[in-house]
């Protein structure tokens, strides 16, 4: 089991960043490795995810079902279970998040997952998976800016 929170602050309002990450299939394509998502139903979507950690790549196939999307608080809890082909195993994640006024009148990005990494995927031990963690978030927040600036014109 491990913990991860994420904090970041992203220059737009809050209403702006939660109408670009309240729309799941187009706020995937911010997060790095994605190769597919597609929406199901209204709150079930399956997707593919390719990303190396260390030596190893993995491409992930899997479910996420979005769980109390609330647009008035800005905040819905996100619950993924992926498995790769070839390396026995799966990765399954709790991931709420929310958007929140920060005290400038732009935003902050708030996102805490609670994940399980079972089987040989466990095997690659917590640095090397917190490290592509934080790299791989660290990376989702440029992209989603990127999408703001070039869709609002900002």
């Given amino acids: ?6 904090k970041s602050n992203i220059p737009a309002t809050p209403e702006v960043v939660w ?4 729309d799941i299939t187009a706020v995937a ?10 929406q199901e139903s209204d709150s079930h979507y399956t997707g593919t ?10 491409q992930l196939n899997g479910v996420i079902d979005i769980e109390g999307l609330d647009h008035t608080e ?22 709420e998040l929310m958007v929140c006024p ?3 009148g732009a935003t902050e990005l708030r996102v805490n997952t609670n994940a399980n990494i079972l089987g040989k995927l466990g095997e690659f031990g ?8 934080q790299k791989v978030m660290e990376e989702f927040v440029e992209n989603l800016v990127k999408r703001i600036e ?3 014109g900002a």
């Fill in 1 to 6: 089991k491990m913990d991860f929170d994420f």
């Fill in 19 to 22: 109408s670009h990450v309240s």
């Fill in 29 to 38: 394509t911010c997060v790095p490795g994605v190769t597919e998502v597609i």
């Fill in 49 to 58: 995810l390719k990303v190396r950690v260390g030596p190893v790549g993995l």
């Fill in 74 to 95: 800005r905040s819905f809890l996100m619950v993924a279970q992926a498995k790769d082909r070839k390396i026995p195993g799966e990765i399954k994640t709790r991931t």
């Fill in 102 to 104: 920060d005290e400038n």
């Fill in 126 to 133: 917590q640095p090397v998976i917190r490290k592509k963690t």
């Fill in 150 to 152: 070039a869709v609002e």
